[in-house]
């Protein structure tokens, strides 16, 4: 099969890419991959057909890994030049979202010792209401309870990081009104 099928698929490779190194190269790795489907006993009823499709999906692969180097060095752009992190990276997100941790965990070590239990059951072990009323030896309906007030003591802890609980909209704080 090597020698029969060599020159031919090297010049239809070389006709795609115009090297004559990347042709011997796409050549080279279509026939290992042959050769590793034909080791593994996959029957080959067209072999020729095989090179030349193995040859084309080693083509793009080699494109497709191009165009991923086809950037600078990142190190080398000045600072300006870099494209930006991941926002979730950025120190102000970083900081952002630590005080948030801290936050929820103050409000959840707030929480009355029971309390605090069948939260952090349901919420970190993802336990359901009968397997924590159960556990806890308590009613379902108190399961329910402790889990509200969990819920709510989040709650409250989002409200405050979003810059307060929302104002209804018919109040104005210090509304004043105009002296005639």
Do not use: W
Request: aromatic residues 6%.
């Amino acid at each position: 099969m090597f020698l029969h099928y060599y020159r031919e698929l090297l010049n239809f490779c070389l006709r795609q890419v115009r090297d004559h190194d990347a042709a011997a190269d796409i050549v080279q790795e279509s026939y290992a991959r042959v050769l590793a489907m034909e080791q593994a006993r996959a029957p080959i009823a067209e072999p020729r057909a095989l090179l030349y499709q193995t040859a084309r999906h080693v083509m793009v692969d080699q494109y497709r890994r191009a165009q991923l180097r086809t950037h600078e060095d990142l190190h080398a752009l000045d600072e300006m030049a870099q494209p930006p992190g991941p926002a979730h990276e950025e120190p102000d997100a970083v900081l952002s979202s630590a005080q948030a941790m801290a936050a929820y965990a103050s409000a959840i070590e707030a929480l009355p010792l029971r309390c605090r239990e069948a939260f952090m059951l349901h919420v970190f072990d993802d336990l359901p209401y009968a397997q924590i009323a159960q556990r806890m030896g308590i009613s379902l309906s108190m399961v329910e309870k402790h889990i509200a007030r969990g819920r709510l003591a989040c709650r409250a802890c989002e409200l405050l990081q979003q810059g307060g609980p929302p104002q209804p909209a018919n109040t104005a704080p210090h509304a004043t009104r105009p002296q005639p």
